[in-house]
């Protein structure tokens, strides 16, 4: 019995007078305490006063300012204006090419090894430095969306001041040709590939047959230094790497 008395009075049963007065008592406390000298402990749901709240306002909006700072950088690399040559000439397909203007006379498809033979590493003052094939033609152009072409291979090119590239597409007809060469003129263009100034470039694309090349040649130095790159230097080197497209010919004599 006496160690049930003695728990009874360590614990204060619930509605006992002496807790009340106790609680009323400290609740006056409080009241007559300034909002100066109350703390969290007089009133454990006002944080403000501890400067919780604020510490969160300020990383909720450091956490905006950062998630804004993302997307407008993502939008000025995303929405960025590709290059495009400051010169471009371009050509449809003829009746000269009348034997592959369709794809199904010449349903092999083209090679690497086709295209750059060991003739064409070296290409007057170019040298070649990579070649690639892909498979999804729309992987190598911007702004241009290519139907029924199934391959493209392509081919980098360096040399003294000037770069290069020539790629060539294979397309399902000649109409589809024509219609590649004429969006390359106004809707977009072939990525570009190898380091090189595009203002000053110049460019040519041709379709042949159900085939389009395209060749792009400038000068690797800017633009206020180009003095050792001449016009004439771009127009050689852009013929040289437009002769790439000579494999065509081969392809009409095996359709004929």
Known sequence: MLAGGAASGRHTPVGDPGSARRTSADDRT???RTPAQRTSADDPW???????????????AAVIIVAAAVGVGGWLW?????PRPA???????????????????????LTLQEVFTPATKTLGKLSLTATRQYTDCDEALWGVTTTGCTQALQATYQGGSMAGQFVIFNLADG??????????????????D?????????????????YVTVSWVGATAPAEDQATTSVQDQVTALVALDGLGRVVQGRIVAAT
């Not at 969006?183 to 072939?190: T, Y």
């Not at 190898?194 to 379709?207: I, K, L, M, P, T």
């Open 30 to 32: 409080r009241a007559q």
């Open 46 to 60: 006002d944080e403000e006063r501890d400067g919780r709240p604020r510490r969160r306002l300020l990383v909720i």
């Open 78 to 82: 995303l929405g960025r204006e590709q």
């Open 87 to 109: 010169t471009f000439h371009a050509e449809p397909t003829s009746a000269f090419y009348a034997a592959i203007d369709s794809r199904q006379n010449d349903a092999s498809p």
């Open 175 to 192: 109409r589809a040709a024509d219609a590649l060469v004429a969006a390359l003129r106004k809707d977009g263009f072939v990525r570009q």
């Open 194 to 210: 190898v380091a090189f100034e595009a203002a000053g470039s110049r460019a040519q694309a041709r379709a042949m047959g159900h």
